[in-house]
């Protein structure tokens, strides 16, 4: 079956500019899961949904960054004012049920800011 | 959570067993390991997981000492596509409603030879 899908796979933006990472999960999986990993680091969680909510955004870095699920399967993760620190893969996890540490990773957004 | 540790790399030769220790010494009785990988350019993927006995799939088996204080993940016969980063991490056991984020350190590149 289908795997977690991330548009676009590359992008390049200049500072300052507005950016939105899309995920696609696994049909039927609720809970959602964005991670951002530099070079050389092990991903780092961002935000956790169930369902349709944030239910845990504690990893955001600043109120720049925003994700949205409003029907409970495609998230967008959206970064405002962009900076060369956000530079960075973007990854997206899901997995099946509440509260479950087997997840199922996409291949992830490498985000350029210039 | 508790923290790990992990060599920064290995080296195996194509066909051997590939041997990768982690250390967690402040582990406490309610946290599993869990294993996951990272070939290059993609995102993470579940291996294997377990609390105290050993556990095998058809990835690889866990080797959990007695007094799980340390593991090691076995790929009983290496191939190249096993060339990765391999991250081993401690997570509690279910969280009534929590986040299940996964904590990743650097893990460890293993690199198989021909």
């Known amino acids: 079956g289908a795997g977690v899908s991330q548009t676009p796979s590359n992008k390049v933006t200049e500072k300052g500019k507005y950016v939105e990472l899309r995920c696609d999960p696994i049909?039927?999986?609720?809970?959602l899961y964005w991670y951002r990993q530099s070079l050389g680091q092990g991903p780092e969680f961002l935000i956790y949904?169930?369902?349709?909510?944030?239910?845990?955004d504690s990893g955001l870095p600043n109120d720049r960054f925003f994700a949205v699920r409003p029907e409970g399967s495609v998230s967008t993760l959206k970064i405002q004012r962009t900076e060369r620190g956000d530079s960075a893969v973007y990854l997206c996890a899901s997995s099946l049920r509440r509260g479950n540490y087997e997840q199922y990773f996409g291949p992830g957004t490498r985000l350029t800011v210039t | 959570d508790a923290k790990t540790t992990q060599p920064p790399s290995m080296d195996c030769a194509e066909g051997r067993a590939a041997n990768l220790p982690c250390n967690h010494s402040t582990i406490s009785g309610n946290e599993y390991v869990y294993w996951y990988r990272q070939i290059h350019s993609q995102g993470p993927q579940y291996i294997i997981h377990g609390l105290k006995n050993n556990e095998t799939n058809e990835m690889a088996s866990l080797i959990i000492t007695e007094d799980r204080k340390s593991s090691t993940l076995i790929l009983p016969h290496a191939t190249l596509r096993d060339t990765a980063v391999y991250y081993c991490i401690v997570a509690p056991l279910e969280l009534r409603g929590s986040n299940y984020k996964l904590t990743f350190g650097k893990g460890t590149l293993l690199t198989v030879n021909p």
């Open positions: 949904f169930q369902g349709t909510g944030a239910a845990d």
């Open positions: 049909s039927g999986h609720t809970a």
